[in-house]
């Protein structure tokens, strides 16, 4: 199976901001990870499914140096996890399980504590951070007073502290509710709007991936299976999909399309647009009314069942 990068039309840059090439992760006699190939294109939020055992978090500690990479390499903005980790690094921000703060300190203070290891980070681009993920109401309070889902936005702006490149987040809705997952949704498009951060998130909600997502890789077993584009709104040219002809005379119309099935007073075939409209047109045409039209678009979570035939998720 040949894999591509998928850049969103609104991304101008080319290069990837990380490519991960023929990466393998191999504990013992087990292989995690097996030839790992992923371009992750700049300004979009990336997202990584898989079924239990998948490999994901193991991707995503290889990408953060927190493991170490059999075989291949990742590069982040060009630059060498395995050979320049430092540099590479300095281009991510990441929260790999929970974020991890002081909690008998304020929200501010630790994100003071943590603007010191960054140089160049100032009061004024910490209070920006807090902004942008709509801390500033309560950032003097102390972190033990937070919710999950305020510890989780604390993390957020700890992680952006530094202007990162890159932003990873090992499923970030862990725990959260219905609005802070909304919240986290919202400000996740954001970043990666208005500050040009690409964020890379595993998750196991499949129907908020496919509200936040822009791009989603499928890995199974440890391997690439799969890498969609979640535009909505835009059908690409050719796609083909099933579309229910709504007629007055369903076996008539079968009988004269010559394909397709009957299901609950519909036709139903597999059409693309320029079909679609021949196929209404030779209805009408041959005397049948066309109530009505409508094409069946597959959810994610339908996708990714159909491609790890029906494995669970983390």
């Known amino acids: 199976m040949v894999h591509k990068s998928i850049v969103s039309p609104g991304t101008l840059s080319v290069e990837p901001v990380v490519r991960i090439q023929g990466v393998s992760k191999v504990i013992g006699s087990k292989r995690i990870i097996d030839q790992l190939t992923l371009d992750i294109p700049a300004g979009q939020v990336y997202g990584f499914l898989g079924p239990n055992g998948a490999g994901k978090t193991t991707t995503i500690r290889m990408m953060v140096g927190l493991m170490s990479i059999s075989e291949g390499d990742i590069w982040i903005n060009g630059k060498s996890i395995r050979s320049n980790f430092e540099s590479a690094i300095s281009d991510v921000g990441a929260i790999v399980e929970n974020p991890e703060m002081y909690k008998f300190l304020t929200g501010y203070q630790n994100l003071l504590h943590y603007a010191r290891m960054s140089p160049g980070v100032t009061k004024e681009r910490i209070m920006e951070a807090v902004h942008r993920v709509g801390m500033q109401h309560r950032i003097h309070d102390k972190v033990k007073t937070y919710s999950l889902g305020m510890r989780q936005r604390l993390g957020v702006a700890q992680a952006i502290l530094h ?69 909505t709104g835009i059908e690409a040219e050719g796609a083909i999909r099933e579309t229910f002809f709504e007629v007055n005379n369903p076996r008539l119309a079968h009988e004269l399309i010559g394909e397709g099935r009957i299901d609950k007073g519909c036709l139903i075939i597999a059409a693309d647009r320029d079909k679609t409209s021949q196929i209404n047109a030779k209805l009408v045409n041959a005397g049948i009314s066309v109530y009505g039209i409508r094409a069946v678009t597959r959810s994610l979570e339908d996708q990714f069942l159909e491609l790890t035939g029906g494995g669970q998720i983390d």
């Open 163 to 231: 202007r990162p490149r890159l932003l990873i987040l090992d499923e970030p809705t862990n725990g959260l509710d219905p609005q802070g997952i909304r919240e986290l949704r919202d400000y996740l498009r954001e970043l990666a709007e208005s500050e040009g951060i690409t964020v890379f998130v595993s998750s196991h909600l499949l129907s908020e991936m496919e509200l936040m997502c822009d791009t989603v890789a499928v890995i199974q077993q440890g391997r690439l299976v799969d890498v969609r584009s979640l535009e």
